[in-house]
Nanobody, 125 residues
C-alpha cells in the first residue's frame, strides 16, 4: 500500500528556515516522481518543486527558486524540501505527492496519483 507522510512543518519567523520530510512506504523512490505542493487559505493548490529519481531532474516554481531545494534523504526512502529565507507568503499547508514515471517532472496536479495528508507551515513574526 502506497503511503506518503509529511513532517517538519511549524511556525518560523520571516527569513528563517524549515526542512520538510516526506516518508514514502509501499514503493521505492527510484522509479517515481515526487512533488511538493502547497495550498494557502482561499487559494488553489500549487506546485512548489519536484524531482524525478530516474534521471535526477528537478524543477522549482519561480516563487521559490534559489530559496528551496529538494532531494533524497541519504539511505532513506524519503524526500526532503529544504526551505530557506522564508516569507509570509510561503505560509500554507505543504503536501508531497508521487506518481510512477521518469524523464523529468512537472507540477500538474492530475499527474500525481498519491498524496500525503499535509503539514502546516506558518511564516510570521
Amino acid at each position: 500500500q502506497v503511503q506518503l507522510v509529511e513532517s517538519g512543518g511549524g511556525l518560523v519567523q520571516p527569513g528563517g528556515s524549515l526542512r520538510l520530510s516526506c516518508a514514502a512506504s509501499g514503493f521505492t523512490l527510484d522509479y517515481y516522481v515526487i512533488g511538493w505542493f502547497r495550498q494557502a487559505p482561499g487559494k488553489e493548490r500549487e506546485g512548489v518543486s519536484c524531482v524525478s529519481f530516474s534521471d535526477g531532474h528537478t524543477n522549482y516554481d519561480d516563487s521559490v527558486q534559489g530559496r528551496f531545494s529538494i532531494g533524497r534523504d541519504a539511505a532513506k526512502n524519503s524526500v526532503y524540501l529544504r526551505m530557506n529565507s522564508l516569507k509570509p507568503e510561503d505560509t500554507a499547508v505543504y503536501y508531497c505527492a508521487a506518481y510512477r514515471g521518469w524523464g523529468g517532472c512537472g507540477h500538474t496536479l492530475a499527474n500525481y496519483d498519491y498524496w500525503g495528508q499535509g503539514t502546516q507551515v506558518t511564516v510570521s513574526s
